[in-house]
Nanobody, 121 residues
Framework: QVQLVESGGGLVQAGGSLRLSCAASGSIRSINAMGWYRQAPGKQRELVAAITSGGSTNYADSVKGRFTTSRDFAKNTAYLQMNSLKVEDTAVYYC???????????????WGQGTQVTVSS
């Protein structure tokens, strides 16, 4: 009954920007960290950015200075602002959240459906 819905992917030219959103909904007791992962064809899924419940952030070296993650705690939504996009940023981007549903006493990992980001040269 908990789900993550992503939006905001698409096609953009190198140097451009995109903003991804990830909205958590359902029977949510609490949300700990929320993160963004990506998976390019033939590659393993990798962590791009994450933000804790306290607002601390961390980023993969490859995106530092270009990507920014943030959260709207009232809306249970995370964002990934991607600037100065490069061709190598092309991948399917997945949202992840550590959520404790109502009726549970442990947090569980939830994943969004993924959204394609394609950067053309």
């Amino acid at each position: 009954q908990v789900q993550l819905v992503e939006s905001g992917g698409g096609l953009v030219q190198a140097g451009g920007s995109l903003r991804l959103s990830c909205a958590a909904s359902g029977s949510i007791r609490s949300i700990n960290a929320m993160g963004w992962y990506r998976q390019a064809p033939g590659k393993q899924r990798e962590l791009v950015a994450a933000i804790t419940s306290g607002g601390s952030t961390n980023y993969a070296d490859s995106v530092k200075g270009r990507f920014t993650t943030s959260r709207d705690f009232a809306k249970n939504t995370a964002y990934l602002q991607m600037n100065s996009l490069k061709v190598e940023d092309t991948a399917v981007y997945y949202c992840n959240a550590q959520i404790t549903p109502w009726g549970w006493f442990r947090e569980r990992d939830y994943w969004g459906q993924g959204t394609q980001v394609t950067v053309s040269s």
